[in-house]
């Protein structure tokens, strides 16, 4: 048989407004458990919400970058359960009327190929608090600092078919906030986490299957593993003659197993009503005009101009524009540099293998944009080989000097292009090895472009690899063949 997976996401991302969306409490990560929840947060009797403008604001700008519809009139309601987290017994969420209406987010897939996810709608709420089950001996602690945090909750349509197609589609979401700024997006610290809607079905059938949903799923590549652990969980049991059930589940990164957490409540379980102590929100055609106009460039468009404004491929812009801070990155090396091409080759290469050796973000990157770029000019005045300049790399990258120059100069790294010194070195080679020299005269055009790498090699290992490779081929080959 041949199954089909259908997968919907539900992202969480934390907006980055200093205060919580409902009160004037801090948002600030790393505060001690409860010193940041207010009376208002936790709806003590006699105090009254006051919606944050700049959540709404942020919500608008997201559905402005995925073309959905901005609802002109969007409601808050009262979500209703118990956790012991939720004192209020209740969380402020929408519903019928979100902020944000459809809307449709384009991926790009490894084999190229491109496909449109339709976002349901994104919803403005609340973030409830956090059990904490570690230091607490057979009970749980509850720190209430995230209550109150505002979130929007991006809701997908079941379009996607594979654990990769959702990874893309979350990666995606995540380049449109982090660039438009309303989130940092940071999954280590909650501030974009996912839902997964996981269901199978036979290849061709038009019925969608029972869904489980994955909860709080906190990093690509968690969510990928869990996915396809999950899929295939239902694969076996429906082969098995068994039946899948409508459920909540946990994903164990350890085990990689998903296993049950409760039963799957629908809507009508959680009793939403409109919130007795918050207006409807009508939003004016003058505020969208007004944030239209301060969108800032987005991923899709950044790359296509990369690609015609540097010439760089279509691979190489798609690098470099997946996160805000490496496009801005990679433009002031390239102006740094004067060649955008090589500045393209050495963030993508040199730098993203350095950072991920080390386990950095480019925020953290001991190399600047600037030091990077002034080792770039080096290799292009012919003052250092690209060999050389990776030692450059690694001395930037040590703390051993402030500029590519300073370093180049204190090691005593700068190119031999004095053609007499060349000479010299090559004759020196030329004579001790007169069986390679042989050889390479008797060989044919094409043989000799593969023999000619014995002479250059000795070239380099006597100039400590600092002989221009430009000028030693051309030297070569004259005496070579001379």
């Known amino acids: 048989m ?34 940041q929840a207010s009376a208002v947060d936790l709806a003590l009797p006699g105090t009254l919400p006051v919606l944050n403008e700049q959540a709404v604001k942020d919500a608008i700008l997201f559905g402005l970058a995925i073309d959905a519809d901005i609802c002109r009139a969007s ?51 609340e973030d409830a608090g956090k059990s904490l089950h570690e230091d607490f001996s057979g009970m749980s602690g509850i720190d209430l600092n995230r209550a109150g945090t505002p979130l929007i909750e991006i809701v997908s349509e079941p379009d996607m078919r594979s654990a990769e197609e959702a990874v893309a589609y979350l990666r995606k979401i995540h380049s449109i906030i982090t660039y438009l700024g309303i ?33 709080n799923i906190n990093s690509f590549r968690f969510v990928e593993r869990a996915i396809k652990v999950e899929a295939q969980r239902q694969i076996d049991l429906l082969e098995d003659g068994g039946t899948v059930v409508q459920e909540t589940r946990l994903y164990d990164s ?24 918050l207006l409807p929100v009508h939003i004016e055609d003058a505020l969208i005009k007004q944030l239209r106009g301060d969108m800032p460039e987005l991923p899709d468009a950044k790359r296509a101009r990369f690609e015609s404004q540097y010439g760089l491929s279509a691979y190489d812009a798609a690098l ?37 050796r080390d386990d950095l973000h480019l925020s953290a990157s001991p190399v600047s944009a600037e030091q990077l770029g002034g080792l770039i000019a080096r290799i292009i005045d012919d003052t250092i080989s690209g060999k050389i300049a990776k030692q450059v790399f ?46 390479f005269r008797a060989a044919d055009e094409g043989k000799r472009k593969k023999l000619i790498g014995y002479f250059v090699g000795q070239v380099m290992k006597v100039s400590k690899g600092q002989a221009n490779p430009g000028m030693v081929n051309k030297l070569l080959n004259e005496k070579l063949l001379g």
């Open 2 to 35: 041949q199954w089909e997976t259908v997968i919907g996401l539900e992202i969480h991302v934390q907006l980055n407004t200093k205060s919580k969306i409902f009160s004037g409490s801090s948002t600030a990560f790393g505060a001690a458990p409860n010193t």
């Open 320 to 356: 470099l524009t997946g996160e805000r801070a490496v496009a801005d990155y990679f433009e002031q090396v390239a102006a740094a540099a004067g060649d955008a091409k090589l500045a393209a080759n050495w963030v993508n290469v040199e730098l993203s293998a350095a950072l991920n």
């Open 75 to 125: 409601v808050f309601e009262r979500k209703n359960y118990f956790y012991p987290d939720l004192p209020k017994g209740y969380q402020t969420s929408q519903m019928d009327h979100p902020i944000v209406g459809p809307g449709v987010v384009e991926i790009a897939l490894e084999d190229g190929s491109k496909r449109q996810i339709r976002v349901h709608h994104a919803h403005l709420e």
């Open 254 to 277: 350890d085990k990689n197993e998903t296993r049950s957490m409760r039963s799957k409540e629908e809507a009508n379980d959680y009793r939403y009503f409109p919130c007795p102590d």
């Open 183 to 215: 989130s940092d997006g940071d999954m280590s610290q909650g501030s974009m986490r996912c839902d997964a809607n996981v269901s199978v079905r036979l290849k061709g059938e038009e019925k969608l299957g029972t869904r489980a949903e994955l909860k």
């Open 394 to 439: 690694d001395a930037l990258w040590a703390g051993e000097g402030t500029s590519a120059d300073e370093v180049i100069e204190k090691k005593g790294l700068k190119q031999v292009s004095d053609t007499g010194a060349l000479e010299a070195m090559i004759d020196e080679i030329i004579a001790s090895s007169p069986a390679q020299v042989e050889q």
